[in-house]
Nanobody, 113 residues
Framework: QVQVVESGGGLVQPGGSLRLSCTTS????????MGWYRQPPGKQREWVAS???????HYADSIKGRFTISRDNPKNTVYLQMNNLKPEDTAVYYC???????WGQGTQVTVSS
């Protein structure tokens, strides 16, 4: 059974930082491309960043220079380091195994003073 589990969300002030984690099980993590997506309140889900098995990385323009995606294959985990957070980054953040229908349950990130 494949599982995708995110963690690390929370409430942070503008300019602050958070690190999200996503751990998978039931698959060979090292060969899966992974992605982070987010859904702001009242809006559609959008792609944020992705990382291939060989660390080919891509970012959405809205977060480029502030967010960093990385992976630790022995730990079956992909990370999203988020710095200089802005109120418009408020969203539920989801992790996905790209090329499949496997999504995590989401973790809430709220950026507010």
């Amino acid at each position: 059974q494949v599982q995708v589990v995110e963690s690390g969300g929370g409430l942070v002030q503008p300019g602050g930082s958070l690190r999200l984690s996503c751990t998978t099980s039931g698959r060979i993590f090292g060969i899966d491309p992974m992605g982070w997506y987010r859904q702001p309140p009242g809006k559609q889900r959008e792609w944020v960043a992705s990382i291939s098995p060989v660390n080919d990385i891509h970012y959405a323009d809205s977060i480029k220079g502030r967010f960093t995606i990385s992976r630790d294959n022995p730990k079956n985990t992909v990370y999203l380091q988020m710095n200089n957070l802005k109120p418009e980054d408020t969203a539920v953040y989801y992790c996905k195994i790209i090329g499949t229908d496997y999504w995590g349950q989401g973790t809430q990130v709220t950026v507010s003073s």
